[in-house]
């Protein structure tokens, strides 16, 4: 990649014919059609202004989309709204419901009807989902909780926002789209005038996403006014009545959303340019055969007589970036964890080989030494430890490399760290910081350093560019070219079907825990991936036209 990719600040950026210039106050300033005003709102860390004179108007039941780069300062501001950072610790004014808003912590604004739902949901899986939904807000009388009536009353909830599921059910025991739910209808039991979003669909399944933008709309049309944080540009433009653009902290413009707005509309707004390519240009070389997968069959960890990967067989050359597609539950994450090291399941049979000869990968440092590394669809639970700094974090999957007699040479440690930060281009005032202070795309450049630093001859990506704005995802795609050019053989699993149409040069289909297909560049698209994505066990005619694909491509269907 070269610097022509970069986004441009706003200040002097040129953003091409027909953009429209930054803008400060909504159009529309009809009287009791605001809900929501903030003003000149400047934001400092140390070393960082994360929010530079930012103006956003909200109208009153609408759905107000929020859009940028990662790092851009849109959770920020959403965190001044909620009083996650106080009144005094910002420059500005708030004005919410007619009044001026000077929250001093989050109980201040919950009473003033705003409700946050962040991206990593804050639910406690060992309590049910009526505990959870009046955690801190309990029915209660002389100190004693009302069970009874707290059941009922999440009941209710529970119906409102369309979950069919018993109050008293611990919150472990359901999806991800359920808790997205459940969260909020605990905003919803505080009597929520303004409810934000901060993407809400990054972990959901299509059908879970469509159900979760359905409810949005249901909560608009009885008065609730939205604000929603999401790069998926697709539903910002299918939902949202009005956008907001946020770059380098900066307002660059607020505008309703009409039939002329499309995605491309928004992109030239948040990287300051039309990006003509969301993928960058590439040419493989591709070698010979560098990892190879035979017969691999895992159990559940939990379900013995339950097979997560069931006799799968695939291969990926050097320079080559291959794909996996499936639905969400198809048994990709469980098969790519179970090659790392058996860190899931357990190991029934299979054999892994790198450069033609064994390789033994039955723990995660063996699977490290035998040049196998693994870039988690989870990276703030399982890919870094939220108290490590970036220089920590990227050496500390191979300390030997940087170690004297098991002593770390800590300035070896900074300028590894350092040259990844400047090589992947990742966004930190400082090695010295911890991972959990960078936007999302940045910490996924900081758990991609982590295993390059190992240098790996196989690396598996899971779902790499997951809660990533369009901006670094054209960066992290660029980082993958670059690996295969160089040689290595890359792994692609991703729940986006057009980022793998766009990246891979074979894409493997996998459905129940069984490989079902694949498919090159050239013949694979998004009707004929789904077609083997949901091949079942009865055989159907799409099933015998899926096997026809099959024998297309030389790959053999397992029985």
Sequence with gaps: MTDSHAPLSAAGANPGPGFVEPTTESDDSRPGDTLLAMRHITKTFPGVKA???????VRRGEIHAICGENGAGKSTLMNVLSAVYPHG??????????KPASFSNIRQS?????????????LIPELSIAENIFLGNELASSGVINWNRSELEASRLLARVGLVENPKTPIKNIGVGKQQLVEIAKAMSKNVKLLILDEPTAALNETDSAHLLDLLRDLRSRGVTCIMISHKLNEITALADSITILRD???V????VTADIDENR???GMVGRPLSSRFPDHTPNIGETLLEVRDWTVRHPQVPDRLVSKQNSFHVRRGEIVGFAGLMGAGRTELARSLFGHSYGQYVSGEVRINGRHADVSTVSKAIRAGLAYVTEDRKTLGFNPLDTIQATTVIADLARISNHGVVDRDQEVAVADDYRRSLRTKTPSVKERVTKLSGGNQQKVVLAKWLFT????LILDEPTRGIDVGAKFEIYGIIQ????AGKAVVVISSELPELLGLCDRIYTIAEGRITGCLPHGEADQESLMRLMTIGTTKTDDNAKAEDLLALTNEEPIA
Excluded at 51 to 57: E, G, H, I, M, Y
Excluded at 482 to 485: F, G, I, M, T
């Design 51 to 57: 929010l530079d004179d930012v103006n956003l108007t």
């Design 89 to 98: 610790s910002y420059e500005g004014e708030i004005e919410f419901d007619g």
């Design 110 to 122: 919950e009473a003033a009807g705003i409700a946050i739902i962040h991206q990593e949901l804050a």
């Design 249 to 251: 902290g900066k307002t």
């Design 253 to 256: 413009e607020s505008f309703p």
């Design 266 to 268: 928004v992109i030239r």
């Design 455 to 458: 240098q790996p001859e196989v």
């Design 482 to 485: 670059k690996l295969a050019d």
